[in-house]
């Protein structure tokens, strides 16, 4: 079992920056992949970002890629999601997630993770 803990989230205007933290309970978190998903209201839930148990892959839905960046301290246990550029469609509540991850397979299917965190809720105004 892993416990996951979101924080960072906030309200920023358009084009301005946040820096989101998945905390994971585990010590030997490098097992896990980690995933970003965010839901917007009325929306169904979208991946947003993964990175690999090593932190050597990663991979970024079409609408944030050259924007966020997704990384991970495993010292730490904990993922990071750096996100500029912000528009106000990148309002929503931002999840992050957690698989063990076997050979080098990456998915960025929500149904695939097994352990979720409560959520950090991201507002772009306009």
């Known amino acids: 079992q892993v416990q996951l803990v979101e924080s960072g989230g906030g309200l920023v205007q358009a084009g301005g920056s946040l820096r989101l933290s998945c905390a994971a309970s585990?010590?030997?978190?490098?097992?896990?992949?980690v995933a970003w998903f965010r839901q917007a209201p009325g929306k169904e839930r979208e991946f947003v970002s993964t990175?690999?148990?090593?932190?050597?892959?990663?991979d970024y839905a079409k609408d944030v890629k050259g924007r966020f960046t997704i990384s991970r301290d495993n010292a730490k246990s904990t993922v990071y999601l750096q996100m500029n550029g912000l528009k106000p469609d990148d309002t929503a509540l931002y999840y992050c997630?957690?698989?063990?991850?076997?050979?080098?397979?990456?998915?960025?299917?929500?149904?695939?993770?097994?352990?979720w965190g409560q959520g950090t809720q991201v507002t772009v105004s306009s």
């Open positions: 997630a957690a698989r063990i991850q076997i050979g080098a397979r990456m998915t960025n299917e929500y149904s695939e993770y097994d352990y």
């Open positions: 585990k010590r030997t978190f490098d097992n896990y992949a």
């Open positions: 990175i690999s148990r090593g932190g050597g892959s990663t």
